[in-house]
């Protein structure tokens, strides 16, 4: 053989690998695909996709400052659910003469226990829920984040801590039980500004800081932004990379305030509150990352937890914060802390000024939804593994319908599963099964399929493979 035609073989070879590899289908297990990007969607017609704002219980605050040290009760913290212990808890900021990190209990998420825990002295007395905190530098904390760690072997690690102090420096701590903390544990601390949080990438199998610094741009100016920082054993942190950064797509007024994050799905999906420094009021908008690294935020940049109207508890500034993900009744949780004044200090309505923590409500896997009208639509799929023999899906289809079809790895209806053959559902679930004349479940597990859901008068949340 000669050189030349070598050559042409090495190429040729090199050429249907690549093709191979695009044409590979997406692997999603058993995951639910969210409809947040583009990343399952090939082709949509006559279909919209539509954020949902979370609803706002109307019992707003659910925590409020009712001791001296409370003054500025913020949740620049976390709201867990405790599986464990089946307890919501909630690590949130206190404010009076410095910050103090403060500690709640509820068996509800809404009615909440300040023990008092007799671990800090304010003003001479240990009689309060006050965990972190002193007029010494080191420990003026202003945010933090909590999360609980069931696989670290050593008890009095349990629970793990990450916090900035007005050094502009964070800090890791650990603790056996949320209560009596130890640390700083890590050696090395890298700068950063307030309102900082953690959470653990199970994809990564990493701890992930999401930290707080002023980018530099080419013309000079400085605006906030937001970072991420990795560890494996919550000690050593990788130098700090940006995630989120203002742009020009942004109105030049866009800074970034706060910014927290949880797994859902296989992905990562978190609130980062957007600053406007013309107004001084901050909102908060839906943002995520299929790779723990790379964050977006949603298409629009909308709001996702807009501002309340004046006089209301959270007029001026919403921040959503928590860290840790909430689902309770097969809904999501979002804790959130709101302010009736602007970050200037400016008062909205009649009101007194008030600051407390929030709670808002969304359908599970409720981000966005896939809509279409009484004329109809199609979304269409990217190439999916088939992993399991039942289609399900979260759809609102209570006026409406929605039904599937299969294609093939070359895109052709599969007989048996094409639109002909597809049973309607109609009706509102978050766990709907979608089958087809004469079958029981999908012949092609294992197989490269893509499905096109039809849908009229329908809002699809999600879909995934599930076992029967």
């Not at 050593?154 to 603790?175: G, H, I």
């Not at 088939?386 to 052709?412: F, I, P, Q, Y």
Request: aromatic share 12%.
């Amino acid at each position: 053989m000669s050189v030349l035609w070598a050559l042409v073989l090495v190429a040729c070879l090199m050429f249907c690998s690549m093709a191979a590899t695009a044409a590979d289908p997406l692997e999603v297990g058993n995951l639910h695909q969210l409809f947040i990007d583009d990343h399952v969607i090939a082709a949509r017609t006559d279909v919209d996709l539509t954020l949902h704002e979370p609803t706002k219980y109307s019992g707003s605050p659910v925590l409020r400052p009712e001791r001296p040290w409370e003054k500025g009760v913020a949740l620049y913290g976390t709201v867990m659910y405790d599986e464990q212990e089946g307890l919501f808890k909630a690590w949130y900021r206190g404010m009076e003469d410095t910050c103090y990190v403060c500690y709640a209990t509820s068996e509800d998420g809404i009615r909440w226990d300040k023990p008092v825990l007799n671990v800090k002295t304010y003003k001479g007395s240990t009689e309060n829920n006050i965990v972190l905190g002193s007029r010494t530098p080191l420990f003026y904390i202003d945010g933090f984040g909590v999360i609980k760690d069931l696989d670290d072997p050593d008890p009095a690690r349990r629970y793990k801590l990450l916090t900035y102090n007005n050094k502009r420096r964070f800090a890791a701590m650990v603790s056996p039980d949320g209560i009596r903390w130890e640390g700083p544990i890590n050696p090395k601390a890298h700068d950063t500004g307030d309102v900082i949080s953690v959470y653990y990438d199970t994809g990564l199998d990493q701890f992930v800081g999401l930290l707080k610094r002023r980018f530099v741009y080419e013309d000079g100016s400085r605006k906030r932004a937001r970072l991420v920082s990795y560890s494996d054993d919550f000690v050593t942190w990788s130098d700090p990379q940006w995630a989120l950064v203002p742009d020009e797509k942004d109105p030049p007024t866009t800074e970034f305030y706060s910014h927290v994050a949880f797994m859902y799905e296989g992905m990562r999906i978190g609130y980062v509150t957007k600053f406007e420094t013309a107004t001084e009021k901050i909102d908060t908008q839906l943002c995520f990352s299929r790779d723990g690294k790379k964050w977006e935020r949603y298409r629009e940049r909308v709001p996702f937890l807009p501002n309340g109207p004046d006089g209301s508890f959270d007029a001026g500034m919403l921040i959503a914060g928590g860290s840790g993900l909430v689902i309770r009744d097969r809904t999501l949780w979002i804790y959130y802390c709101g302010f009736n004044i602007d970050h200037a200090g400016r008062t909205y309505g009649d009101a007194a000024d008030l600051v407390g923590i929030g709670l808002a409500h969304l359908r599970i896997d409720g981000f966005v939804s896939a809509d279409a009208g009484p004329e109809g639509g199609t979304l269409l799929t990217v190439p999916l593994r088939c992993s399991a023999k039942t289609l399900r899906v979260n759809v609102d289809a209570s006026g409406g319908e929605v039904r599937a079809e299969l294609l093939d790895a070359r895109g052709r209806p599969i007989p048996g599963y094409d639109a002909a053959s597809a049973l309607p559902f109609t009706g509102d679930s978050i766990d709907a099964p979608l089958v087809w004349q004469g079958h029981t479940g999908i012949a092609a597990v294992g197989e490269t399929v893509q499905v096109r859901f039809h849908l009229k008068n329908a809002s699809l949340y999600s879909f995934w493979f599930a076992e029967e």
